[in-house]
């Protein structure tokens, strides 16, 4: 902004931010994106490849991450240990009972440049299972990113008022029993 | 007991004789007169409330008429199906819970075609919708003793004070087409022009209403 002072301006330009987003019920593909372009800094206008200006992400509640379609049992997590003979392949949703943050790791790993610089992008990502934060990563969170997939309501969610205004579509014939 | 016993057998014998001698007429009759009385409201004076009430020996049988005026009128009264009643064809997805829960029965199975008067495409479509928020929210990799789903939890009670042996996993997902049980893990996902791709969705719901310019991809 023009009231602040040059040097306050350039400081909050090539400041490194902290961002937050809680992963409840997202794809981790997704959150992924959001991620990995942060941590690149391709969301500034001064995004430069070497300049080092990515930012922090945090992403809370992976272990309650919601995959589409039946990805929990057809993705396959394939590595190899190099020994013969080692060649391991996991189903996601064994993957996830193993390790809950690996999935999100591993999506974010393979979305970014594949480069020297990836390793100490993911250095500056931090993944947490559940809700809880160190104190000193929650003191430095900045700003929370919004949730890419709208959660939809469950029919426990909705009030009585809400369930009775929807109207009825067809009425029951009255010799029919059994609903 | 006996004379009680008797009477029944003649009775059900009786029965058993019209529907024998005019099977036929009456079975024709039948499907003629079905569809009309399911699709269409039916043309009374009044839905009744039977009160009974008693003073000493005398025992009055009012009926009451409930003031049923319809709570809203369907924007196109003329079509068979109630959704195109609705004008809600093309505008509804597994989310729409409110929606899905007036066609399926206590257990969570789908009301019968003939009862609800859709038309077989609506029907194949809610009823894949249905299927699909029943998987939707939280579910297990095995059967789960908690709530699952969009749609309430239709799963008999457990016995209290049962322990499961295992704890469940629970994972949430969304748009499943497949059972859990049945989908196999993809081992070999073979190159970009021969994909072995994971399906999410349902293409029955394709030519849903879109409001952005994204179109929906349903092989991932």
Request: with cysteine; charged share 25%.
């Amino acid at each position: 902004m023009s009231s602040f002072s040059r040097s306050a301006q350039q400081w909050a330009t090539f400041a490194r931010s902290w961002f937050i987003i809680d992963a409840r019920m997202q794809p981790p593909g997704k959150i992924a994106t959001m991620c990995s372009v942060r941590l690149q800094g391709k969301h500034k206008p001064i995004y430069h490849a070497l300049s080092d200006c990515g930012d922090h992400v945090v992403v809370i509640n992976t272990k309650h991450i919601a995959f589409s379609g039946n990805k929990w049992e057809q993705k396959v997590y394939s590595s190899h240990t190099g020994y013969p003979g080692g060649f391991k392949q996991v189903t996601a949703a064994q993957l996830h009972q193993k390790d809950p943050k690996a999935i999100v790791k591993i999506a974010v790993y393979g979305m970014l440049p594949k480069n020297l610089h990836r390793r100490t992008m993911m250095q500056r990502l931090h993944i947490f299972p559940e809700d809880e934060l160190p104190d000193d990563i929650r003191a430095n969170l900045t700003e929370e990113l919004p949730q890419p997939r709208e959660i939809p309501k469950k029919l426990s969610d909705y009030t009585q008022e809400e369930i009775d205004a929807f109207p009825r579509l067809w009425t029951p014939p009255e010799d029919y029993r059994m609903k | 007991m006996a004379a009680r016993s008797v009477l029944r057998s003649v009775l059900s014998s009786f029965t058993g004789l019209k529907l024998g001698v005019s099977g036929s007429n009456v079975g024709v009759l039948q499907r003629i007169n079905v569809p009309l009385v399911s699709a269409l409201t039916v043309q009374s004076r009044g839905v009744r409330q039977v009160v009974e009430k008693q003073d000493g020996k005398t025992t009055t049988i009012e009926g009451h008429i409930q003031d049923l005026s319809a709570a809203a009128q369907p924007p196109n009264p003329e079509a068979k199906c109630p959704i195109y009643r609705w004008n809600l064809q093309h505008r509804y997805n597994y989310t729409d819970v409110l929606l899905l829960s007036q066609f399926i029965r206590s257990d969570g199975g789908m009301l019968p075609r003939r009862i609800t008067g859709l038309c077989p495409e609506e029907h194949r479509k809610i009823s894949i919708c249905v299927q699909m928020a029943h998987r939707a929210g939280q579910s297990s990799t095995c059967s789960s003793y908690s709530p699952v789903g969009l749609l309430p939890d239709h799963k008999p009670k457990l016995p209290e004070g049962h322990v499961p042996k295992r704890m469940k996993q629970q994972l949430n997902r969304y748009l499943t087409r497949y059972a859990i049980d049945t989908v196999k893990p993809i081992y070999k996902r073979g190159l970009k022009w021969s994909k072995k791709r994971m399906p999410v969705g349902h293409p029955v719901l394709k030519d849903n209403v879109r409001y952005g310019f994204k179109p929906l991809y349903t092989k991932h």
